[in-house]
C-alpha cells in the first residue's frame, strides 16, 4: 500500500487545517489507520489512530479536543481536521496504515507510511 499525504502549509496559530492521506488500494477491515508527527530534533510521535468503520478513535492528549481523525473508506482517504493550531504543533506530519483494526499509539504496529506533509503554525 502507498500512501500519498496532502494538506500541510503555513497557519498562524489559532488557525485550522486539514490533511488528507489517500491509500493506493481499498483498505479492509483489520486496516486501523493514524497519524504521527516529527518536529525537527524530536522523536516521531503518536497524533491519532481511527479503526477502519470510524467507531473507535484514540487521541494524544496535547491534540484531544483540537484535532479529529476520520476516514472515508469509498475514497480510501484519511483527514485530519486540526483547529486552535499552536506554533507547537509544527511538524512534519505521517500517516500510516496498520494491519490490525486499530493499531494505537506506537509506531511499530503501522506497516506502511507516506512520506509526511509539513505544518507550520506561526506564533
Known amino acids: 500500500v502507498q500512501l500519498q499525504a496532502s494538506g500541510g502549509g503555513v497557519v498562524q496559530a489559532g488557525g485550522s487545517l486539514r490533511l488528507s492521506c489517500t491509500a493506493s488500494?481499498?483498505?479492509?477491515?483489520?486496516?486501523?489507520m493514524g497519524w504521527f508527527r516529527q518536529a525537527h530534533g524530536k522523536e516521531r510521535e503518536f497524533v491519532a489512530a481511527?479503526?477502519?468503520?470510524?467507531?473507535?478513535?484514540l487521541y494524544a492528549d496535547s491534540v484531544k479536543g483540537r484535532f479529529t481523525i476520520s476516514r472515508d473508506n469509498a475514497r480510501n482517504t484519511m483527514y485530519l481536521q486540526m483547529d486552535s493550531l499552536k506554533p507547537e504543533d509544527t511538524a512534519i506530519y505521517y500517516c500510516?496504515?496498520?494491519?490490525?483494526?486499530?493499531?494505537?499509539?506506537?509506531?511499530?504496529?503501522?506497516?506502511?507510511w507516506g512520506q509526511g506533509t509539513l505544518v507550520t503554525v506561526s506564533s
Open positions: 481511527i479503526s477502519w468503520n470510524g467507531s473507535n478513535t
Open positions: 500510516a496504515v496498520a494491519l490490525r483494526p486499530l493499531s494505537g499509539r506506537n509506531a511499530d504496529g503501522y506497516r506502511y
Open positions: 488500494r481499498r483498505t479492509s477491515s483489520n486496516n486501523g
